[in-house]
């Protein structure tokens, strides 16, 4: 009896319990619904990315990333895929009626030859300055004669990379173009060979050349890149002009591959940015920068800067600061989104090994996970009449990065000076400099702040070094890089548009409260960028960046003793 009694109350005791368990549990159901409901959808922020950084010479931690880095771009004040006026703004380089025709002023006797030195685009910019030259000197241009012996290896000659009888023709009423040398006696003339100092101007060509040229009446300038003036008059700037973005056409096959490797990239997606990522051993090597690797990357990069003995030993740390370093596959990546551009982007990488391989890839995969590169879009079967020389591979690369719509650069070489000259000539295509003086102080701590101001500051730092129209005072800079001469400004569609956006503007200033002071401190803000530039571009020249062929990190008394780091580096 005692038994049945305690486990009727055992029984009754649970059945009164079971109304509270029941609804604990429905809360608990109805809290978790909610939580579903208003939490954020797991992809919308990447994974927090930690891994081995360090921005000093001596110890190495673990960094996380305390900011949470959207996959979305977010919200931006402009489109990201194209610069802010273009339209406003046209490449122009015909000749004035004042430039005579080459048959009025070419002599028969006097004949100009160049031998180029470098990669693909540092001989470009000879086969440019050449055209100018013989203009100069009143003379007929044999066909420039390709580097075959430096670094580059590379045995194409200029009809295997460019199409010859477009580069005569397009140039005809400019300059008297010939294959070959005439013959002489029965015999193949030969010219005298010299050279000219780096940055000759008109006068200098007709005090140092020209009268070689009336005694010898051949002459063959050696090693010809950059051995012209960055400053000329217009009418001879114009000419520089019709020949690096018109005459200068490459072959139909290698025409041919950039443009399927274009359309390519365009199947995958509308838009794409194309990266010139510049983080190859040597170049590492070359910078004396350390990326924390340790002993390992001191071991490695060490080995190869032992190439080169008049290298000096630079203080990595400093030369990080004054901006002189690569950034890291990761830092590019971090920028690009605090730029707006999220992870849907696809990116073409224009880039040799990369080093540390996947793994120093891997953050920037991570951030961008569409990348591709011309092995990875197209097959080895289609690549094999390029792989074997590299200006023909480099060619590829050029056209792609040419056509995409937006252009990295993550140094300011060759390729990239020549294409932020020709994006800026065919209607100002954004293209893309990090400035990274500023940058590096904002990814040294960037633990210490939230995305959205890491962001801010980034596309703050940016301005004056993203391509567009004005950003660099006309004169300044190299003019490969920023031909100013032939870019001319529909000034009355803009005064159309501008009185069109003020009256927006006003509305809108009124609407939003935005004062006079505001606007004042987003022109400081603007005036400051262009400052930063100035900047940058005095300090590139400060360290012998317009000679020509050096780097940012270019060290001024090591080059001309080395001309085989000079080559490898230049482009």
């Known amino acids: 009896m005692a038994f049945q009694r305690r486990r009727y109350n055992y029984y009754n005791r649970l059945r009164r319990l079971l109304p509270l368990i029941c609804a604990v549990s429905g809360a608990l159901l109805i ?120 670094y580059w290896k590379d045995a194409s000659n200029f009809s295997h990379i460019f199409d010859v009888d477009w580069f005569m023709s397009f140039l005809a009423k400019d300059v008297k173009i010939i294959e070959k040398l005439p013959q002489k006696g029965g015999q193949t003339w030969s010219p005298r060979r010299m050279g000219v100092p780096r940055k000759c101007n008109e006068n200098c060509y007709v005090n140092r050349v020209l009268p070689v040229l009336r005694k010898r009446h051949a002459v063959q300038l050696n090693k010809f890149d950059y051995r012209l003036s960055n400053k000329l008059r217009d009418d001879l700037q114009k000419l520089r002009c019709r020949v690096n973005y018109h005459a200068l056409k490459f072959t139909d096959p290698i025409l041919k591959m950039g443009n399927e490797l274009v359309r390519r990239m365009r199947l995958r997606s509308k838009h794409f940015i194309a990266l010139h990522l510049r983080f190859e051993p040597d170049m590492l090597a070359f910078s004396g920068c350390y990326y924390g690797g340790g002993e390992k990357e001191k071991k490695e990069l060490g080995s190869i800067r032992r190439r080169w003995k008049t290298l000096h030993v630079h203080n990595p740390e400093k030369q990080r600061r004054q901006g002189r370093c690569p950034l890291t596959p990761e830092e590019v990546g971090l920028m690009l989104r605090a730029l707006g551009y999220g992870s849907n982007v696809h990116i073409y990488v224009a880039s040799g090994e990369v080093y540390g391989g996947e793994e120093s890839l891997a953050p920037l995969k991570a951030l961008f996970p569409h990348f591709y590169s011309k092995d990875t879009i197209a097959t080895k079967m289609e690549l094999e009449p390029f792989s074997s020389y590299s200006s023909r591979m480099a060619a590829l690369d050029f056209l792609v990065c040419d056509e995409s719509d937006v252009f990295v650069t993550n140094n300011n070489g060759n390729m990239a000076r020549i294409l932020a000259g020709r994006r800026r000539y065919f209607g100002h295509k954004p293209t893309i400099r990090p400035n990274a003086k500023k940058l590096n102080k904002l990814f040294m701590s960037k633990e210490n702040t939230t995305w959205e101001e890491f962001a801010s500051r980034v596309r703050t730092f940016q301005r004056g070094f993203m391509g567009e129209p004005k950003e660099v005072r006309a004169g300044r800079g190299e003019f490969h890089e920023n031909p100013t001469t032939c870019i001319c400004e529909d000034t009355d569609a803009k005064t159309k548009a501008g009185k069109m956006d003020s009256r927006k503007v006003g509305k809108k200033n009124k609407k939003d409260g935005v004062t006079n002071d505001e606007q004042n401190e987003s022109e400081d803000t603007e005036l400051s960028s262009e400052t930063d530039y100035e900047e940058d571009q005095t300090d590139l020249q400060d360290r012998g960046l317009y000679n020509g062929t050096r780097l940012d990190y270019d060290d001024a008394s090591s080059i001309s003793e080395e001309p085989e780091l000079e080559e490898m580096l230049s482009d």
């Not at 010479?57 to 996380?64: L, P, R, S, T, Y």
């Not at 046209?90 to 006097?110: E, M, P, Q, V, W």
């Not at 685009?121 to 004669?145: E, F, H, S, Y």
């Open 31 to 150: 809290l978790f619904a909610l939580l579903s409901i208003f939490s954020p959808p797991p992809d919308d922020t990447d994974r927090r990315i930690t891994r081995q950084i360090n921005y000093g010479a001596n110890d190495e931690k673990n960094i996380a990333v305390v900011f949470k880095v959207p996959r979305g771009g977010g919200r931006s004040d402009h489109d990201i895929w194209r610069s802010v006026n273009a339209e406003f703004f046209y490449g122009c380089s015909n000749a004035s009626s004042k430039f005579l025709n080459a048959k009025a002023i070419t002599r028969n006797d006097r004949y100009l030859a160049i031998a180029t030195s470098g990669g693909l685009n540092q001989q470009r910019t000879g086969i440019v300055d050449a055209v100018v030259a013989a203009r100069i000197l009143n003379a007929t241009l044999v066909i420039p004669k390709l580097d075959q012996k430096s």
